[in-house]
């Protein structure tokens, strides 16, 4: 199965400041036949269920705000959340969809101070 | 409006049964690739199921032999069947529409239900 492990497990930011998630996958999630990364990001708020943010590694799912954007290639990827507001407040979530069993990374609590 | 609601969890003994529903609305599932996903307390998300538009049924390591997932197009609904019930099956069994390109599954859930609690205990 494919490992993915997030980082930082946890972080603690101020309004307006610029959070950075990274994920890192056990083995590359770049399909050569197609130039696309099967990398996915989530957000779950408190009581909720998860939502799509992102997938093929940098592309926003419709509705989502342009503050948050993804990137990265192969195993190393990042969630750049810009302009930090309250309601970010949540844990993400790395999947990767290049091979069943689908994984998920353990998840990011975002908090803000 | 475009959903997936779940139902059917409850507290059940070890070695106990279960069968979770989810009703889709404003799609039909026959077309679409469908899968759950559960969450422990306070845990991370674990993919279990998924069944595609051929019928086919994968399943992770964990629940293999002892979980099954079907449709039943007529009523527009997805069902996880769950027996032999251990303790480390408690979790929200949450239901997920795969996204999907033609007849293609891509992988990733566009489209989450709320979640059934399934609690396991003595």
């Known amino acids: 199965d494919i490992v993915m492990t997030q980082s930082p497990d946890s972080l603690a930011m101020s309004l307006g400041e610029r959070a950075t998630i990274n994920c890192k996958s056990s083995?590359?999630?770049?399909?050569?036949?197609?130039?696309?990364?099967?990398l996915a990001w989530y957000q779950q708020k408190p009581g909720q269920s998860p939502k799509l943010l992102i997938y093929?590694?940098?592309t926003r799912e419709s509705g989502v705000p342009d503050r948050f954007t993804g990137s990265g290639s192969g195993t190393d990827f990042t969630l750049t959340i810009n302009n930090l507001q309250a309601g970010d407040v949540a844990v993400y979530y790395c999947q990767q969809y290049y091979t069943t069993p689908w994984t998920f990374g353990q998840g990011t609590r975002l908090e803000i101070e | 409006e475009v959903q997936l609601v779940e139902s059917g969890g409850g507290l059940v003994q070890p070695g106990g049964s279960l069968r979770l529903a989810c009703a889709a609305s404003?799609?039909?599932?026959?077309?679409?690739?469908m899968s759950w996903v559960r969450q422990a307390p306070g845990k991370g998300l674990e993919w279990v199921s998924a069944i595609y538009t051929s019928d086919n049924e994968f399943y992770a390591d964990s629940v293999k032999g002892r979980f099954t997932i079907s449709r039943d197009n007529s009523n527009n609904t997805v069902y996880l069947q769950l027996n032999s019930l251990r303790a480390e099956d408690t979790a929200a069994y949450f239901c997920a529409r795969i996204s999907s390109t033609g007849w293609t599954p891509l992988g990733y859930f566009d489209l989450w239900g709320r979640g059934s609690l399934v609690t396991v205990s003595s």
């Open positions: 093929w590694a940098s």
């Open positions: 404003g799609f039909t599932v026959k077309s679409h690739f």
């Open positions: 083995r590359s999630l770049f399909y050569n036949s197609n130039n696309k990364n099967y």
